[in-house]
């Protein structure tokens, strides 16, 4: 009897320790089946936060792409308006060399000899066709000769209000280069633009110049932007110039218009249309 009563209570006691540590066994069960989702839903934003980065950064080398593509087209744009103004002035060169040849071989007489004259100023003027002239702006603020093209890409986002590439400009520099002696005024600087659309841009947003000056000092300096014409065509323009505001102060109704190279087109305010050359005038 003893040793029943001592193996029901040993078996007792077995059943209790299994029973606790079943329940210790349920116990972490449950804690690891409660932590599961939370550790899957960090791992699960994890991936896609890593999904979104790659994505991000792929969308990254599409716009880096995309603006090369953009330089690439723009550079095939340069390069055909380079070929055609190189063919253009290779076409003029032949011209005027056969002419040359013909004058020192002394087959060329006055008439000739002038055609020949004329096609070497359009020759001339064809190479400045991108050129543009800035007159007026202060000496010294460009700090060295090399830093006029970017005083002249400050001056047209200031107070032109374009925002030009950085191979807009090609070139810019003082004329002439090196200042000698004193000047009363300014040397103007000369600017060479990779294409005529882009000059054209800027010659066309020079009238903001009459109501935004250049700040010079406590004064304010009015720029001047004109065209790059060779001496002989600068002073035909200047009679056009002259004889356009005498023209328009007779009768302000008028509209006259200075076209290139040098003639002056006259809008009567009947609508009749006259045209005058600068060469016809005296």
């Known amino acids: 009897m003893s040793n029943g009563r001592k193996s ?11 029973s606790s540590t079943g329940e210790e066994f349920a116990e972490f069960g449950n804690r690891n089946s409660n932590e599961s989702p939370v550790c899957s839903e960090r791992y699960g934003m994890a991936t896609t936060k890593e999904q979104l980065d790659i994505i991000m950064k792929k969308l990254e080398k599409l716009e880096i792409l995309d603006t090369i593509n953009k330089r690439l087209m723009d550079m095939e744009k340069d390069i055909h308006e380079v070929k055609s103004k190189v063919a253009e002035l290779e076409e003029g060169l032949e011209e005027a060399d056969a002419s040359i040849k013909d004058l020192t071989d002394g087959k060329v007489d006055k008439k000739d000899y002038d055609k020949l ?6 020759l001339a003027n064809r190479a400045r066709r991108n050129n543009l002239v800035f007159i007026n702006v202060p000496e010294g603020v460009e700090q060295g000769n090399n830093k006029c093209a970017e005083l002249i890409k400050t001056i047209i986002a200031t107070h032109l209000e374009l925002d030009l590439d950085d191979n807009d400009i090609e070139r810019a520099h003082r004329t002439p280069t090196h200042l000698t002696a004193p000047r009363a005024n300014p040397r103007p600087i000369h600017v060479a633009f990779h294409a005529f659309t882009v000059r054209q841009k800027v010659i066309k947003a020079a009238n903001l110049l009459k109501t935004n000056p250049y700040p010079d000092g406590e004064a304010q300096r009015k720029l001047v932007i004109t065209e790059d014409v060779t001496p002989k065509l600068q002073i035909e323009r200047a009679k056009l110039w002259k004889l356009r505001r005498k023209l328009l102060e007779e ?3 008028r509209k006259a218009f200075v076209n290139y190279p040098s003639s002056l087109k006259v809008i009567e305010p009947d609508g009749s249309v006259r045209r005058i050359n600068a060469k016809n005038i005296e």
């Open 117 to 122: 004259e004329s096609q070497l100023e359009d």
């Open 8 to 18: 029901g209570k040993k078996h007792k006691r077995h059943s209790s320790s299994r």
């Open 251 to 253: 009768n302000p109704a």
